[in-house]
């Protein structure tokens, strides 16, 4: 028996890619990594030092077409005798993973935060606000694991790489055109994310939170608000109906800190709140909280950090 975890590398190889590997090793079968596309084999050998015992490339699948990948993924599970399928909890995963959980009749765990213990797994909950612990009765089990909740391991060396071809037949659907941020760290991938809202009071001010960031190393977020507002871009909104991420490091400055926002970054390992109203719930869940006006705080916060790495 093996463990088969799909990989999507459409645009390279993300951190996740590497969770989702080590996450498959920790489960003690041999990993076989799956993808399709046009990867470069030098890039997927890399899946090698995680755990991958070798990465499967169906070349002839172009898109994420939900369907085409279901057939695919199912083929190499058969032939690579797999009893475990891993993904990574992003779109693709949520697309495939309930198909392929009727198709091969194999219990499905969405949002795992942890290596199993025997059959049970633990995952989030009720929007992030408490944990669960399940369990698969089926043969064949299916799992995605949530971004940043399980950290990468090298663990061994290259691994081939290897032509597969899943038959999966024709793509449904037609991929017209990409749209993603230059030059930006992913919100779900990002190890540091300083996030803003309307207690910013304007988009011309950003420029201090963007500052912040960039001496941090961080991914640049904003509330719902401000978002819809149009101050800042809708793919930087964090939230229960934005982004779901689970940083090590999450400052938020001038956010009330209402439940839906709280449900997409509770999950942050230590959260710093800066907000001007001592009532503010956000203070609540804060690690960290920072009694001061945002305009005053970040821009010394930023000037300390210049300082600490300038003399480090």
Not at 93 to 117: E, M, Q, W, Y
Not at 183 to 211: C, F, Q, T, Y
């Amino acid at each position: 028996m093996s463990t088969l975890v799909y990989i999507n590398s459409r645009d390279g190889l993300a951190k996740t890619a590497y969770e989702a590997i080590t996450y498959g090793k920790k489960l003690g079968q041999e990993v076989i990594a799956l993808t399709s596309g046009s990867a470069d084999d030098a890039l997927l050998s890399k899946l090698g030092e995680y755990g991958a015992s070798k990465v499967l490339v169906d070349r002839s699948i172009q898109s994420d077409d939900p369907q085409q990948l279901t057939r695919l993924i199912a083929s190499a599970v058969d032939s690579e005798s797999a009893n475990t399928v891993i993904f990574s909890h992003d779109l693709v995963a949520k697309a495939v993973a309930p198909r392929l959980s009727v198709r091969l009749k194999a219990g499905l765990i969405s949002g795992a935060i942890d290596v199993p213990t025997g059959d049970t797994i633990k995952v989030n909950v009720f929007s992030g606000k408490a944990f669960g612990n399940v369990k698969i009765n089926s043969s064949k089990k299916i799992i995605s694991l949530l971004p940043n909740s399980f950290q990468p391991e090298e663990n061994g060396s290259s691994c081939s790489v290897e032509e597969y071809n899943g038959n999966a037949g024709d793509a449904k659907i037609t991929l017209l055109e990409t749209k993603k941020p230059e030059g930006e760290i992913p919100l779900p991938e990002a190890e540091i994310v300083v996030s803003a809202g309307r207690g910013l009071k304007g988009s011309e001010n950003w420029g201090m939170i963007e500052d912040l960031a960039k001496e941090l190393g961080a991914a640049t977020a904003c509330s719902r608000p401000v978002a819809d507002i149009g101050w800042r871009p809708h793919h930087e909104h964090v939230g229960q109906t934005g982004v779901a991420i689970r940083p090590n490091l999450y400052i938020a400055a001038g956010i009330s800190g209402a439940i839906q926002h709280l449900a997409g970054v509770n999950g942050s390992k230590v959260i710093v709140v800066i907000n001007t109203d001592e009532e503010a719930p956000f203070f609540k869940a804060a690690d960290y909280g920072v009694l001061g006006d945002a305009f005053e705080v970040i821009p010394k916060l930023t000037e300390a950090i210049k300082k600490f790495k300038a003399s480090n």
